[in-house]
């Protein structure tokens, strides 16, 4: 008999995926606390909501389980500053799982970020992350991230809390 293959599909979020977001977003929570890391604020229901019915907010699915979930937009001017040209996507708040983790779900988002991202005409894909988080940049630089550095944000008032708490973010970029 073959391999026991998990069946792994990556599709948009709807409203039904709610309380599986929020409750993975308070898993994360406990583990930024545990770990010692920037910790992200309680993001509002409304605020996901939003994100869903804009076709932002993504997720893996495995065997009918949101393994990850991660949103994206278009524009990140306050965090990208003069880079953000209308030439990439931006990923943000990954978040795995308990159940899932350790499966480096990273490599999967990257394919399908590189494939989403040429289809609409984009030349990067970028993320960031807050503080000097070194196990979190050798983990995007393992996906084929380039790590640009550590950058002083200037212009947090509209970003979400933790980006008020810490102005040092890490920025990463893969060129498509």
């Not at 943000?92 to 609409?120: C, E, Q």
């Not at 550590?150 to 498509?176: D, G, I, K, V, W």
């Amino acid at each position: 008999m073959g391999k026991n293959k998990r069946k792994m599909e990556i599709r948009n979020c709807t409203t039904d995926d709610l309380e599986k977001i929020i409750e993975l977003y308070d898993d994360a929570r406990a583990l930024q606390r545990e770990r010692k890391m920037v910790v992200w604020p309680v993001f509002e229901p409304k605020f996901i909501l939003t994100e869903m019915m804009q076709l932002r907010q993504w997720k893996i699915v495995v065997n009918g389980s949101i393994a990850c979930n991660w949103a994206i937009t278009y524009q990140d001017p306050e965090i990208w500053e003069e880079r953000d040209q209308n030439n990439a996507i931006y990923i943000h708040r990954i978040v795995t799982n308990p159940s899932f983790r350790g499966g480096r779900f990273i490599d999967v988002i990257v394919d399908w970020a590189k494939i989403y991202a040429r289809s609409l005409d984009k030349q990067f894909v970028r993320l960031d992350t807050l503080g000097n988080n070194k196990k979190l940049i050798a983990h995007y630089t393992s996906a084929g991230f380039a790590y640009l550095g550590m950058f002083r944000l200037s212009n947090t008032q509209s970003l979400p809390e933790h980006y008020q708490n810490e102005p040092n973010c890490c920025l990463f970029e893969l060129a498509l």
